[in-house]
């Protein structure tokens, strides 16, 4: 039953002008894949949003050989795939209109109640923008989140790099099939990162290079997570349009702002200026906007420590929660006369050095 339904879904994939979207409504109305090929065309026209142009060759046998082909190789290669309807099947991509309906995997892919943050930039990374993407990661370790990115030069394969070093999943997204790696040299860091964690791609092993499985790939980097950064970039390029791409899945979006007239700041600073990202210049800022909390499972319950060395701010926000139980971090800055957002970052130190814990809501106190 799982083959014949993957291989109807397989030949609606190879239906010219027949989008993610639209397979997904025709089975939808008609019942499953294999129906939407049998159904009668007259019938398939009457569904709202399905013109002729989407159905013209919707029978035309080539499509089906070109699937039993591509069936052959997945079989042959025991590629793991999920169907858009399966339980595991990434759960934040199932909210996406156009998301794959057939998505391929390698590697030992884990996304089963897990933070997810995608991550991209320009391939021409400064060493500013390494510094600041490692930093990120280091300081996000505690949290455990799944580092999704492209895989590409510069930003992307420095974060999936960084999300190894500490042990992080990391999760890339391939603009062709798990035939081939691009780039080539790239080829070192397939085993490590499929060790924990691996890679992700709609696309067929027949599938050749092409700038538009790029951006076609960048909706899969979007959907995935709740949360997308950008690292750098030009006024135009690849990670604008994952950006523009998260924020019409109203999945937060954040920038790290740069120089006013450094070309690779540009995309990241009129990002910040049109309100299409927050602006992103620690760690501390995206934990407090997705209210993330350290995962219990890879750090051990926090525990109050004797002697410990606070500096004067937060010795200040020690005693202010100490003598007034849980606060709000709004409360907690208006209070002690520090700004919010250097409080953020002040109170997650402090949740590491085990002197204060954050509660639902928003909510922090001492331990």
Same mark, same amino acid.
């Given at each position: 039953?799982?083959?014949?339904?993957?291989?109807?879904?397989?030949?609606?994939?190879?239906?010219?002008?027949?989008?993610?979207?639209?397979?997904?409504?025709?089975?939808?109305?008609?019942?499953? @894949?294999?129906?939407?090929?049998?159904?009668?065309?007259?019938?398939?026209?009457?569904?709202?949003?399905?013109?002729?142009?989407?159905?013209?060759?919707?029978?035309? /046998?080539?499509?089906?050989?070109?699937?039993?082909?591509? !069936?052959?190789?997945?079989?042959?290669?025991?590629?793991?795939?999920?169907?858009?309807?399966?339980?595991?099947?990434?759960? =934040?991509? =199932?909210?996406?209109?156009?998301?794959?309906?057939?998505?391929?995997?390698?590697?030992?892919?884990?996304?089963?109640? =897990?933070?997810?943050?995608?991550?991209?930039?320009?391939?021409?990374?400064?060493?500013?923008?390494?510094?600041?993407?490692?930093?990120?990661?280091?300081?996000? @370790?505690?949290?455990?989140?799944?580092?999704?990115?492209?895989?590409?030069?510069?930003?992307?394969?420095?974060?999936?790099?960084?999300?190894?070093?500490?042990?992080?999943?990391?999760?890339?997204? !391939?603009?062709?099939?798990?035939?081939?790696?691009?780039?080539?040299?790239?080829?070192?860091?397939?085993?490590?990162?499929?060790?924990?964690?691996?890679?992700?791609?709609?696309?067929?092993?027949?599938?050749?290079?092409?700038?538009?499985?790029?951006?076609?790939?960048?909706?899969?980097?979007?959907?995935?997570?709740?949360? &997308?950064?950008?690292?750098?970039?030009?006024?135009?390029?690849?990670?604008?349009?994952?950006?523009?791409?998260?924020?019409?899945?109203?999945?937060?979006?954040?920038?790290?702002?740069?120089?006013?007239?450094?070309?690779?700041?540009?995309?990241?600073?009129?990002?910040?200026? &049109?309100?299409?990202?927050?602006?992103?210049?620690?760690? @501390?800022?995206?934990?407090?906007?997705?209210?993330?909390? /350290?995962?219990?499972?890879?750090? /051990?319950?926090?525990?109050?420590?004797?002697?410990?060395?606070?500096?004067?701010?937060?010795?200040?926000?020690?005693?202010? !929660?100490?003598?007034?139980?849980?606060?709000?971090?709004?409360?907690?800055?208006?209070?002690?006369?520090?700004?919010?957002?250097?409080?953020?970052?002040?109170?997650?130190?402090?949740?590491?050095?085990?002197?204060?814990?954050?509660?639902?809501?928003?909510?922090?106190?001492?331990?």
């Amino acid at each position: 039953m799982t083959t014949e339904k993957l291989l109807a879904l397989l030949t609606l994939k190879k239906v010219t002008n027949l989008g993610d979207g639209s397979i997904k409504k025709l089975i939808g109305e008609v019942g499953d @894949a294999e129906a939407v090929l049998t159904e009668k065309t007259n019938n398939l026209l009457k569904i709202d949003g399905i013109g002729k142009v989407k159905v013209k060759d919707l029978h035309n /046998p080539e499509h089906r050989k070109a699937a039993e082909n591509e !069936l052959k190789f997945i079989q042959e290669n025991n590629i793991n795939y999920l169907m858009y309807d399966q339980h595991e099947y990434p759960e =934040k991509l =199932k909210h996406c209109i156009d998301g794959p309906v057939v998505l391929f995997s390698s590697g030992n892919i884990d996304l089963q109640h =897990k933070k997810m943050l995608s991550i991209v930039g320009t391939r021409q990374v400064t060493r500013y923008g390494v510094q600041f993407c490692e930093e990120l990661i280091e300081t996000l @370790a505690p949290v455990n989140p799944v580092i999704v990115s492209g895989f590409a030069y510069g930003v992307d394969i420095t974060a999936q790099r960084a999300a190894v070093k500490h042990n992080l999943q990391t999760v890339g997204c !391939l603009a062709h099939g798990l035939n081939q790696i691009y780039p080539k040299t790239h080829k070192k860091y397939v085993a490590q990162i499929e060790e924990n964690g691996g890679f992700f791609t709609d696309f067929w092993s027949t599938d050749t290079f092409d700038r538009k499985n790029f951006l076609a790939r960048n909706r899969i980097i979007a959907g995935l997570s709740e949360a &997308t950064v950008v690292i750098e970039s030009a006024d135009k390029g690849g990670s604008l349009v994952t950006a523009d791409i998260a924020n019409s899945y109203n999945r937060d979006v954040f920038a790290v702002p740069g120089r006013a007239h450094d070309p690779l700041s540009k995309g990241c600073n009129m990002l910040i200026k &049109t309100q299409r990202a927050h602006i992103l210049t620690s760690a @501390a800022d995206l934990i407090y906007m997705l209210n993330w909390n /350290p995962d219990k499972n890879i750090q /051990p319950a926090v525990q109050k420590q004797l002697f410990v060395e606070l500096d004067q701010q937060e010795k200040k926000i020690y005693n202010f !929660l100490n003598a007034n139980g849980k606060e709000l971090l709004d409360v907690i800055a208006l209070q002690c006369h520090i700004p919010t957002f250097k409080v953020a970052s002040i109170l997650l130190n402090m949740e590491l050095k085990g002197v204060i814990k954050p509660l639902p809501g928003k909510l922090f106190e001492v331990i």
